[in-house]
């Protein structure tokens, strides 16, 4: 069983920054495309920022030029650093990845973390 932990939400004040963390654990054969999305309170869940297996990038418009998404392949993680951060950046942030698992290479799984919440607010 493969899964996504992520980690270092929190409270920030507006202008601050937050870097998220998620690995990838469990049995693994390969991850394809790696991401992050969020969700606030009454609205649906989006894409924040995208990195595909070859290190393309994609992003929200809301957030280009504010967040960075990045990835270490050799730890199996993803990493979102989060800039000049705004109230409406307050979410639930998810991370998501494609992932092949050992037991069946033929499926891979779109998994989700648990999420972890980022609050910006003075």
């Known amino acids: 069983q493969v899964q996504l932990v992520e980690s270092g939400g929190g409270l920030v004040q507006p202008g601050g920054s937050l870097r998220l963390s998620c690995e990838a654990s469990?049995?693994?054969?390969?991850?394809?495309?790696m991401g992050w999305y969020r969700q606030a309170p009454g609205k649906q869940r989006e894409l924040v920022a995208h990195?595909?297996?070859?290190?393309?990038?994609d992003y929200a418009d809301s957030v280009k030029g504010r967040f960075t998404v990045s990835r270490d392949y050799a730890k199996n993680m993803v990493y979102l650093q989060m800039n000049s951060l705004r109230p409406e950046d307050t979410a639930v942030y998810y991370c998501?990845?494609?992932?092949?698992?050992?037991?069946?290479?033929?499926?891979?799984?779109?998994?989700w973390g648990q999420g972890t919440q980022v609050t910006v607010s003075s």
């Open positions: 998501n990845a494609l992932i092949t698992p050992t037991q069946n290479i033929l499926q891979p799984r779109n998994t």
């Open positions: 469990g049995s693994i054969f390969t991850i394809n495309a």
């Open positions: 990195i595909s297996g070859g290190g393309r990038t």
